[in-house]
């Protein structure tokens, strides 16, 4: 083994011995191409789909923060059945005035007006309301589902109806619906949605709207998915049919939509290529509620007027991602990449030791047995190479 000639490196030889591995060679056709092919699918998978698809290489931000401004726009004039002409504007259609990220755009209304306190017929409509006779309507209990409070009388509603007499806010509402909107013009209202998010981990902010010096830019263009993607502005019509319902009917009886806004920014390419996209969702198809106006008319009376509102629900939610090269992400995908190679060998290993025809030879190739040594002159060879060993090792502490 080691030999004085050799240097004082030759003799620390088990420590900075370097032991390669052997491998058995064989030129099995069909093992081998198996091999290949393996290998090809694993590189396959690597590179095209952890490193190009999911930039596996990539550090990623996917909770960025986010902040959401609306604004909805249109004037329209609705003509309910008393022919009394009422004009709605931004004010009056979208609640909360504020622009939030839930917003709400009236589009069909049944209008009750001048309620005062008191007594009257409740509506026939509401199951509880309904009576024969008096003994129908116990004093002081509320209608369930109904408008107020039985009195114990039980009166003529019309010529075909009979209901208990209540206390509440009187007449009660009429509640059969226009059958056309009568905000139809809504379909031509937009939608100004302002959106800005910021990436905390890479300290990057983008937002929806176009980066420009013409003022009239954002009072003219109107969002197309393909002509003019960078305008933030949407028909309400748009919104509508992009989330597969149409306009006339969502309108009658209210509904809700879910406007999703989808960042998914590539961080090494320039900030230009980072936009957003939009996609409409339908959640429900029924959505009012109630609201009132209180007065007091000139003799003091406290009176109000009642509107119930059918309209459609904007429902905004900002998602997003951001990914950038970072060191630590593509040393663990690069590795994770070399570990799946490994896995090719394994493969082959099993085909060649358990299916193949030859599997015998392969397997007495592959295993060498370790057999205990014969005889009194082995025994003596193994005792002095164990001494050559030790001496080796006490020059090259020494050294
Ligand atoms: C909405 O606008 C289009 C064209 O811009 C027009 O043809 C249509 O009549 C408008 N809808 C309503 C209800 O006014």
């Not at 209540?166 to 949605?193: H, M, Q, S, Y």
């Not at 013409?214 to 993607?229: A, Q």
């Not at 939509?257 to 900030?271: M, N, T």
């Not at 936009?275 to 209180?294: M, V, W």
Request: hydrophobic residues 40%.
């Amino acid at each position: 083994m080691a030999t004085p000639a050799g240097g004082g490196a030759a003799l620390c030889g088990p420590l900075l011995d370097y032991k390669t591995e052997k491998f058995a060679l064989t030129r099995n056709r069909r093992v081998g191409l198996l091999h290949r092919l393996l290998q090809l699918a694993v590189l396959g998978y690597v590179l095209g789909w952890v490193f190009v698809v999911r930039r596996g290489y990539q550090d990623t931000d996917a909770a960025p923060r986010v902040s959401v401004v609306t604004k909805l726009k249109g004037v329209s004039v609705s003509r309910p059945e008393d022919a009394r002409r009422r004009l709605w504007d931004a004010a009056d259609f979208s609640r909360p005035p504020q622009g939030e990220n839930v917003l709400f755009l009236v589009t069909n209304f049944i209008v009750t007006d001048r309620q005062v306190q008191g007594t009257c017929p409740e509506s026939p409509s509401v199951l509880d309301g309904i009576c024969m006779e008096d003994v129908d309507c116990s004093v002081g209990n509320p209608v369930v589902h109904g408008n107020g409070i039985k009195t114990g009388r039980c009166v003529m509603f019309n010529s075909t109806h009979s209901t208990c007499e209540i206390f509440g806010w009187c007449p009660v509402e009429n509640d059969t619906l226009p059958r056309k909107p009568l905000l139809a013009e809504a379909e031509n209202f937009t939608l100004f949605i302002k959106n800005t998010v910021n990436f905390t981990k890479f300290n990057f902010s983008k937002g929806n709207t176009l980066q420009t010096n013409d003022p009239t830019y954002f009072k003219t263009c109107m969002y197309d998915p393909f002509f003019s993607p960078s305008c933030p502005v949407f028909r309400i019509r748009d919104m509508v049919e992009a989330a597969g319902e149409t306009f006339g009917a969502l309108a009658l009886m209210g509904g809700s939509i879910s406007v999703r806004i989808e960042w998914d920014c590539d961080l090494d390419w320039p900030a230009a290529h980072c936009q957003p996209r939009y996609s409409f969702i339908l959640l429900d198809r029924r959505y009012n509620f109630r609201t009132a106006s209180y007065y007091w008319d000139s003799k003091r009376q406290h009176y109000r007027s009642l509107l119930k509102l059918y309209g459609i629900r904007f429902d905004i939610s900002v998602h997003g991602q951001a990914g950038k090269f970072g060191i630590i992400p593509a040393a663990v995908s690069f590795g994770t990449g070399i570990a799946f190679l490994g896995t090719a060998t394994i493969i082959c290993d099993m085909v060649l030791l358990y299916l193949d025809a030859k599997a015998d030879l392969y397997w007495k190739e592959k295993f060498e047995e370790a057999k205990p040594p014969k005889g009194k002159k082995a025994a003596a060879a193994e005792a002095q190479r164990a001494g050559q060993d030790l001496g080796d090792a006490q020059q090259c502490a020494l050294e």
